[in-house]
């Protein structure tokens, strides 16, 4: 009996590590989980930025049959446009730094995880998140360099003498910095999904 009771006594020891071991995962998790609820605004800067969008291609559409002097304003009308999907992305920038913050304030809690393996998983997640902040950081950059260049295209197009060539050259340049910001934007794509797998093996390990 005494030796069955030394078996038992073992045996809840162990299990009380374990559990030790996961609440500590835990903790670091609920902190970690702070950066989504903060990145649930940037569903909000989309919807504004895809409307400004919608926005764009409409007055675009309208320079097919503009006359000299709707020219004009329309130019104007996209280069106040273009400031405004700006500022969304800016608003983007801004929720996203938050997001890194909570996620540095997290990070405490590694270190007060016993078990390595969860440790590892712990700081292989904030690894994860540190090359998905940079790739949305490529991904804004590149938008910018769009907007930009669009910005001057369409105040260009507001000036008194302009050339359909100037104006072709410029579009063509457009398109290649197009492509620039889908191959970043798939680029972020890969790293959320990265950190998700992460995540997911982090929830299996607390949840089990």
Same mark, same amino acid.
């Given at each position: ?8 006594? =073992? ?5 009380? *590590? ?53 020219? #004009? ?36 809690? =590694? ?15 904030? #690894? ?5 902040? #940079?790739?949305? *950081? ?10 930009? #260049? ?7 197009? *507001?000036?008194?003498? =302009? ?44 949840? *089990?």
């Amino acid at each position: 009996m005494k030796k069955l009771f030394g078996s038992l006594l =073992i045996f809840s020891v162990a299990l009380a *590590g374990c559990s030790s071991s996961e609440d500590e995962l835990r903790d670091f998790y609920n902190a970690f989980q702070e950066t989504v609820q903060v990145e649930k605004g940037i569903g909000d800067a989309t919807a504004e930025f895809e409307e400004l969008e919608a926005e764009k291609a409409e007055l675009q559409a309208s320079l097919e049959t503009a006359t000299r002097e709707e020219l #004009s304003e329309i130019s104007a009308e996209l280069v106040d446009n273009t400031d405004e999907r700006m500022s969304q992305l800016d608003e983007e920038v801004s929720i996203m730094a938050e997001s890194r913050s909570r996620m540095e304030a997290a990070e405490q809690y =590694i270190s007060e995880i016993s078990n390595e393996t969860s440790q590892e998983q712990a700081q292989s997640l904030v #690894s994860a998140m540190e090359e998905r902040y #940079s790739a949305h *950081g490529e991904m804004i950059g590149s938008y910018k360099t769009v907007l930009n #260049s669009e910005n001057d295209i369409f105040e260009y197009l *507001g000036e008194e003498d =302009i050339s359909q060539d100037e104006v072709d050259e410029r579009l063509n340049n457009l398109n290649e910095e197009y492509q620039q910001v889908q191959e970043d934007a798939q680029t972020f794509s890969d790293q959320t999904e990265n950190v998700n797998e992460i995540k997911r093996e982090i929830e299996t390990r607390i949840e *089990g």
